[in-house]
């Protein structure tokens, strides 16, 4: 008969294994050539484990920028910029286009546009069609790197903001192929397609960022979406 002390010990341990296989994955510390999960690639939407094989870019800067490829962007790799004081960044590009749409980007984590490219190929531009006939050929960037702390939350206001590492993007509408443009600001409170384009997009969105707030999450984030692929997770 087993001693209830040890059947204790082995299921803390084996909880403790499951928490640490997990953090591995999720701080992207496990090789893709040890992962069993399938490298990712922009050509199709992603079905399973899409956060792990995300985070699995991270560290690996030749298999991050093996995926970022044209026509579903257009990146140029940059130099490292050491973290000082919580701020700079590293395995990051210059993303000019991405999912056939513009896009001024001069520091962007590789993780971060991979998961950018994922959204616009297979949720924004097929969304577009649907709405307007028309694809995105432009994106309002209202942001990437910003060596600052968090906004628009007492609680978190000492912490340093995930555009200090340029791992966030900021965007603020979409600029179509016929001229028109949705803006975030003017068109999210409202009841007609370019409101419904602008929620369906934002809500899929949460499939490729962890973070993915909009206008409903508070007031500092009225006129854009702040998506990125920080520790912490928040779809709203």
Same mark, same amino acid.
């Not at 999720?26 to 079905?47: H, M, N």
């Given at each position: 008969? *087993? @001693?209830?002390?040890?059947?204790?010990?082995?299921?803390?341990? $084996?909880?403790?294994?499951?928490?640490?296989?997990?953090?591995? &994955?999720?701080?992207?510390?496990?090789?893709?050539? !040890?992962s069993p999960f399938a490298p990712?690639?922009?050509?199709?939407?992603?079905?399973? /484990?899409?956060?792990? @094989?995300?985070?699995?870019? *991270?560290?690996?800067?030749?298999?991050?920028?093996?995926?970022?490829?044209?026509?579903?962007?257009?990146?140029?790799?940059?130099?490292?910029?050491?973290?000082?004081?919580?701020?700079?960044?590293?395995?990051?590009?210059?993303?000019?286009? +991405?999912?056939?749409?513009?896009?001024?980007?001069?520091?962007?984590?590789?993780?971060?546009?991979?998961?950018?490219?994922?959204?616009?190929?297979?949720?924004?531009?097929?969304?577009?069609?649907?709405? /307007?006939?028309?694809? +995105?050929?432009?994106?309002?960037?209202?942001?990437?790197? $910003?060596?600052?702390?968090?906004?628009?939350?007492?609680?978190? $206001?000492?912490?340093?903001?995930?555009?200090?590492?340029?791992?966030?993007?900021?965007?603020?509408? &979409?600029?179509?192929?016929?001229?028109?443009?949705?803006?975030?600001?003017?068109?999210?409170?409202?009841?007609?397609?370019?409101?419904? &384009?602008?929620?369906?997009?934002?809500?899929? $969105?949460?499939? !490729? /960022?962890?973070?993915?707030?909009?206008?409903?999450?508070?007031?500092?984030?009225?006129?854009? /979406?702040? !998506?990125? @692929?920080?520790? &912490?997770?928040?779809?709203?």
């Amino acid at each position: 008969m *087993r @001693r209830p002390g040890r059947v204790f010990l082995r299921i803390l341990l $084996a909880i403790l294994v499951l928490v640490a296989l997990f953090g591995a &994955f999720w701080f992207g510390l496990v090789p893709q050539r !040890y992962s069993p999960f399938a490298p990712i690639t922009l050509a199709e939407r992603p079905s399973w /484990f899409v956060d792990f @094989r995300l985070a699995a870019l *991270r560290s690996d800067s030749a298999l991050c920028r093996g995926v970022l490829s044209e026509p579903h962007i257009e990146a140029t790799p940059i130099p490292d910029n050491a973290i000082t004081n919580g701020c700079g960044w590293t395995n990051a590009v210059r993303v000019g286009r +991405v999912g056939g749409a513009e896009l001024g980007a001069a520091q962007l984590t590789c993780e971060t546009a991979v998961g950018l490219a994922l959204w616009m190929e297979h949720e924004v531009q097929p969304l577009a069609m649907a709405a /307007f006939g028309s694809r +995105v050929v432009g994106l309002d960037d209202m942001g990437t790197y $910003a060596c600052r702390n968090i906004i628009g939350n007492k609680k978190w $206001a000492k912490l340093r903001s995930q555009h200090a590492l340029a791992n966030a993007v900021d965007i603020g509408g &979409f600029r179509l192929e016929g001229g028109q443009h949705i803006s975030v600001a003017r068109d999210w409170k409202g009841h007609d397609r370019e409101a419904r &384009f602008l929620r369906e997009v934002h809500a899929r $969105a949460c499939r !490729y /960022f962890r973070v993915a707030i909009g206008p409903d999450y508070n007031a500092a984030h009225w006129n854009h /979406f702040h !998506y990125d @692929r920080g520790l &912490f997770t928040r779809c709203h």
